[in-house]
């Protein structure tokens, strides 16, 4: 697996965030640039790719009269042969457009997965936020998403604790982290960051964020514990990234980034293999290669 930067910067403003003034505004790169990137890598042995950008779904590349989105540069790369898997990250909902939504449709190298913060669950700490989208708004995307591809999941990031973030602010977000099942998802305080416009606002009591974080935490990891038990007895698609240091066992990914461990071969390096799945822990998956 490996990284490629196709975006730079960020326009969106958030209140919170330093990225816009530390990076400056949005910057595409040449679809060219890229593919050409992507099949110097794949020939030296990757198998997937994770497009990478501050705000990775705002890709826009012009070219004289055309702009190419970030959709054309998913159904370019989905051509190239010997490349299993296309990842993205991170994203935003706003830029969460109907021709990229509509690659989950039949861009088979295209995972199934998608990390899209939501931050809070409250449409007025969103617009405290200057998120630009309603709670609502977030959801019909998740549907629209589900209804396309059934089996994708969400992960997202929550900052827990924003300025006048009440106690019913705190409970629409762990509505909506009910409502959607996020797996691999991040959590944290809110912290400062000068120079930003919410580094001016009155910050919630510490002791409360805290109290807030255990418990949006405790939910997250319940919800991806139950899922991982729900995946012993099957088989998984893992790709094979590599052998575990001192050990025989060797590690991968699952197509929504789940951990895997399991016994293989040397060969299965870089490959695709499917694990049955004998056990699992709070963020692992353990198994054994099929008919091993």
């Known amino acids: 697996s490996a990284f490629i930067t196709i975006q730079e910067g960020c326009d969106k403003f958030c209140n919170f965030c330093v990225v816009p003034y530390t990076r400056g505004a949005e910057y595409s790169r040449s679809v060219k640039e890229i593919v050409n990137e992507a099949k110097k890598i794949i020939l030296n042995g990757v198998k997937e790719i994770v497009l990478l950008g501050q705000n990775v779904n705002a890709y826009n590349y012009k070219s004289g009269n055309k702009n190419f989105r970030l959709s054309y540069l998913i159904r370019e790369l989905n051509k190239i042969e010997g490349l299993k898997r296309i990842r993205y990250t991170t994203s935003h909902p706003n830029d969460m457009t109907d021709d990229l939504i509509d690659c989950y449709k039949d861009v088979k190298k295209l995972m199934p997965f998608l990390h899209l913060p939501v931050q809070s669950g409250s449409n007025k700490i969103l617009n405290k936020m200057n998120r630009k989208y309603t709670r609502e708004k977030y959801l019909s995307i998740v549907k629209k998403m589900k209804d396309i591809s059934p089996n994708i999941e969400f992960s997202s990031d929550f900052i827990v604790g924003y300025p006048s973030e009440s106690d019913k602010d705190f409970e629409d977000t762990i509505d909506l982290i009910k409502e959607v099942n996020f797996v691999n998802s991040f959590s944290f305080i809110y912290n400062k960051r000068p120079g930003t416009p919410a580094s001016n606002l009155e910050s919630v009591d510490t002791e409360v964020q805290k109290k807030r974080l255990i418990i949006i935490q405790s939910l997250l990891e319940k919800i991806q514990k139950e899922k991982n038990k729900k995946s012993i007895g099957k088989f998984k698609e893992v790709l094979v990234e590599n052998r575990l240091k001192n ?29 049955e799945i004998g056990s699992c822990n709070q963020n692992s998956l353990f198994g054994f290669k099929k008919s091993l």
């Open 247 to 275: 050990q025989e066992r060797f590690f991968g990914r699952t197509f929504d980034l789940t951990p895997v461990v399991f016994h293989a071969k040397e060969e299965d390096v870089g490959k695709i293999i499917d694990v």
